[in-house]
């Protein structure tokens, strides 16, 4: 096995060119795992840790740029104000010491269904920034990316360089099903963003399909139905949490049943829907 | 290949290390610092808790080569020669200890904890030690313990 460890971004995008199976490691929170358990034996590993502009975030273009390298504790402690659903799924994150290594650029990279950035970065309408060294920057919608379970639109010789998170004009959530509150792989997760501007809400499903995907009938509900002035009709909620919960397909396995993952994505979109709803309507009589 | 990084303040080399080896093995089998512990090695349970540039971390998680040239401290290196740290003073006063195996990655993570917050609630002990699984002692007496170290590292 090769340890590849480039210390700047041309260097790193020029080693996976050279190198298209060198499998990246940033946090090793998942990559490690698989070394440990002897799931995966990749010709070489590409530590990224070396890569410094990797670890940085910035505000530009309207948008937040954050780095691949951006541990979630940094996302907790630095953008709850202007990214707050992905730093509410960032704080669901494994443990304290899981929270210090892991990044959003891993959980893309590994495009696990049951990964918590996902369904926030997805109601967010996030862009993820990959570049290679042959072609040069792509940006794939969130919506784009995920293409299968632990399949993404990443080609071998790319490398994702950041996720572009426009930050919130209106109240985010992120629910999360699991046995306590911590150390826990989502059994499912719902993610709801207010897009007041537009009068639009975003949605983000997680871990109860191959992918994660958005609820796209239930955003449509809410946008053919939603009286942005006035309290949730009732009976509105209601067909939203069915339409969300129509949109998963899940699978029984360990964590929990196909039956009880649906049922929950419609209990969790009533729920976040209500709490960003009494969030929106508090701030509009303020 | 061989790694070099600096170990509680001392300059260490392992050689023929595998590229897919952790820093946990690393610390383990070719520094003779068995403290932290090897359970889980997926980041469930936390006795590999060791810091990394001063930032606690699962060590069986951390790919060795990406240690090079980095500062770790394990729990080897919380004591002062042969003065306990308050935290392992408390630990050992409080019965915090019983089998022993995941109390050198609670110190650590409880000894960062105090580092970053002094006085610390007991909603926030819960929190930052909700990585490091203890399976004989039901917890009060490790909650016991990291109040009673920061009580003696607040009063001096």
Redesign the interface.
Known sequence: MDFLRPTTWEEALAAKADQPEAVPIQGGTDVMVEINFDLRRPPALLDLGGVAELREWSMTGGHCRLGAGVPYAAVIDELGGPLPGLAQASRTVGSPQIRNRGTVGGNLGAASPAGDSHPPLLAARAVVEVESAARGVRMIPAAEFYLGVKRSALEPDELIRAVHVPPATGPQYFSKVGTRNAMVIAVCSFAIALHPRERRVGTGIGSAAPTPRRALEAEELLAAELDWDAPLDPALLRRFGELSARAAAPIDDVRGTAAYRVHAIGVMARRTLTWAWNDHLEKRAA | ?RVTFTVNGREESAEGV???E?LLYVLRERLGLPGSKNAC????C?SC?VYLDD????A????A??A?GRRVRTVEGLADGDRLDPVQEAFVECGAVQCGFCTPGLLV?AHDLLERVPRPSDAEIR??L???LCRCTGYEKILDAVRLAAERKATG
């Open positions: 290949m595998w590229e897919g952790s090695e997926q980041g469930e936390g808790t930032v606690p971390v699962c069986c998680l951390v790919a080569g990406q090079q993570q929190e930052a909700a990585g490091n």
